[in-house]
């Protein structure tokens, strides 16, 4: 929808791996496969099935590839805290919602 109002803003997903949704419902598995019509870009992080070390790998990569970042972070104990620390480590400017 914003999109439509803000045509100049695109979508870039990036994928962990390939069987992402393998276990969501069926419902979720529909609207991600949506979402992913809608995007600009899907970019799978890797081509194998989900490891350990994936989602960091996602979380990496996107901040590599960005600007500015907009996270929403309440526990400093968590894979996007660590993401939120990696991203101002490397001089992008990050907007935290709590």
């Known amino acids: 929808k914003l999109k439509k109002i803000y045509p100049h803003i695109q979508l870039h997903l990036y ?10 419902r069926n419902r979720d ?8 019509e809608m995007a600009n870009e ?3 992080i890797s081509n194998a099935p989900y490891t350990s070390g994936c989602m960091q790998q996602r979380n990496r990569a996107m901040v590599n590839d960005a600007f500015y970042g907009v996270a929403y972070c309440t526990n400093t104990k968590s894979g996007t805290y660590s993401t939120v ?5 490397k001089g992008r400017n990050v907007l935290i919602i709590e």
Request: aromatic content about 16%; some cysteine; glycine content about 0%.
């Open 85 to 89: 620390r990696y991203a101002k480590d």
């Open 42 to 44: 899907v970019k799978y």
């Open 15 to 24: 994928i962990p791996c390939i069987d992402q949704a393998s276990k969501w």
């Open 29 to 36: 598995i529909e609207l991600y496969n949506k979402i992913k």
